[in-house]
């Protein structure tokens, strides 16, 4: 049974600092793509942040250069480094991996910022 059990959410006062992680089990992590999705209320999942297997990157232009992924393959985790946070990067973060023809989702974490 695949699981993907996100942590480090929390409460954070603007311009700090948070990191994620998502440990996979149950599943090859190395040629999985992995993302980072979140989810305000009354918004709709957005794409935060990717990395390939090959360890390509691409960012949601509104986090760019403040949030950074990263991937262990060997420790089957993937990290998303939350820096100058702001107010609207509240929401719950989700844990998304991708392998060909299959989508796992883990259950979320909640992020807060204040003001």
């Known amino acids: 049974q695949v699981q993907l059990v996100e942590s480090g959410g929390g409460l954070v006062q603007t311009g700090g600092s948070l990191r994620l992680s998502c440990a996979a089990s149950?599943?090859?992590?190395?040629?999985?793509?992995a993302g980072w999705y979140r989810q305000a209320p009354g918004d709709q999942r957005e794409l935060v942040a990717r990395i390939v297997s090959g360890g390509s990157t691409n960012y949601a232009g509104s986090v760019k250069g403040r949030f950074t992924i990263s991937r262990d393959n060997a420790g089957n985790t993937v990290y998303l480094q939350m820096n100058s946070l702001k107010p609207e990067d509240t929401a719950v973060y989700y844990c998304?991996?991708?392998?060909?023809?299959?989508?796992?989702w883990g259950q979320g974490t909640q992020v807060t910022v204040s003001s």
């Open positions: 149950g599943i090859s992590f190395r040629f999985s793509a």
């Open positions: 998304r991996l991708d392998r060909p023809g299959q989508v796992y």
